[in-house]
């Protein structure tokens, strides 16, 4: 159920994997609202245009809800609430590279950057 991610035993509890189609969909929208804010994403987003950038940010929707539940875990009081404001911008400038071909990566510790990444409580 819970395989292709590094989790410890206390992670796991709670976590919703496979994601139910309500949180998919809040997750999606949520990354795509952000994305369009983002100044750093401006040569990317023009260089490959809204549909193809919405199927793109589609493959991380469930990276951005394991990365969510993960630092929930970990901060504690110091959680970056709310998850559409605070966290997702954060986890697209920290957690996600757009380089200038065009394509969109995750970078390799993006679970340890959500695991210690405090809020401002």
């Known amino acids: 159920m819970l395989t292709g991610y590094a989790l410890t035993d206390e992670e796991r509890v709670g ?5 139910t189609d309500s949180l998919r969909m809040e997750a999606a929208m949520c990354l795509w609202e952000a994305f369009l804010e983002a100044n750093h994403v401006v040569p990317y987003r023009e260089r490959v245009g809204a549909v193809e950038a919405r199927h793109d940010l ?3 929707v469930e990276m951005l809800h394991v990365g969510w539940h993960v630092h929930e875990r970990a901060a504690g009081d110091a959680v970056m609430c709310p998850f559409d404001w605070e966290f997702t911008p954060w986890f697209l400038r920290n957690c996600l590279e ?3 071909r065009g394509w969109v990566h995750l970078v390799a510790d993006w679970m ?3 695991r210690t990444v405090r809020g401002d409580g």
């Open 98 to 100: 757009f380089d200038q």
């Open 58 to 60: 589609m493959a991380f």
């Open 15 to 19: 976590l919703v994997l496979p994601m």
């Open 112 to 114: 340890d950057k959500c």
